[in-house]
């Protein structure tokens, strides 16, 4: 709790009127790599509490749109369309791709992780199996020129999911926000521009 409260991000969030510190994450990748531009189509796995779609929402107006995803229904923000559901299930996707067709979003982003099990071999496991399924899904959902932005921990298996977003992107970096608490294994892959919908 003290350092949550001590937590310069947290308070910054406070005063800015964001619904947490992750923010902060996406708003320094974004300065760094100028991933959101005005008219872009966005969607956001993962959203709650939406501070990411906050983010979002205020960099693709004027003519952008945001299409939040989550199992948690949050306060609705404007300019941003939920849908609520798990995109792991194919009545969720349904939903999904009625307000978005296949090779039309400019950007995906994920700042999911599993519900932690404390254990870490297990908690791994399934943190590599959604980021694996994030980029399955954003592969069909690009447009060429896309980009995919991630979050993944670093440990068992990372290598191989490194190695499979260079498989499916021309261009992949690695990030880590100053945002980021020191301690979190959390690194942030970016991928930009599909090299197949196929491999």
Request: hydrophobic share 40%.
């Amino acid at each position: 709790m003290h350092r949550h409260v001590s937590d310069p991000y947290v308070r910054n969030a406070q005063q800015d009127g964001y619904r947490s510190r992750a923010a902060y994450k996406l708003l320094e990748i974004d300065a760094r790599d100028r991933l959101l531009a005005p008219g872009q189509i966005v969607v956001d796995l993962g959203a709650a509490p939406g501070s990411w779609s906050q983010v979002i929402a205020a960099r693709v107006q004027p003519g952008g749109r945001v299409i939040a995803v989550d199992l948690l229904d949050f306060e609705p923000i404007p300019g941003v369309e939920f849908v609520r559901g798990d995109f792991r299930e194919a009545e969720t996707l349904a939903r999904i791709d009625r307000i978005l067709r296949p090779g039309e979003a400019d950007l995906v982003v994920s700042d999911l992780a599993p519900n932690l099990s404390g254990v870490a071999a297990s908690d791994q496991s399934r943190s590599l199996e959604l980021c694996e399924l994030v980029l399955e899904f954003a592969r069909s959902r690009l447009k060429p020129q896309g980009a995919l932005l991630v979050k993944t921990f670093q440990g068992a298996g990372y290598g191989e999911f490194l190695a499979l977003m260079r498989r499916t992107f021309a261009s992949v970096a690695s990030r880590k926000p100053e945002a980021s608490r020191d301690r979190s294994a959390e690194m942030y892959l970016l991928g930009k521009r599909i090299k197949s919908r196929h491999s």
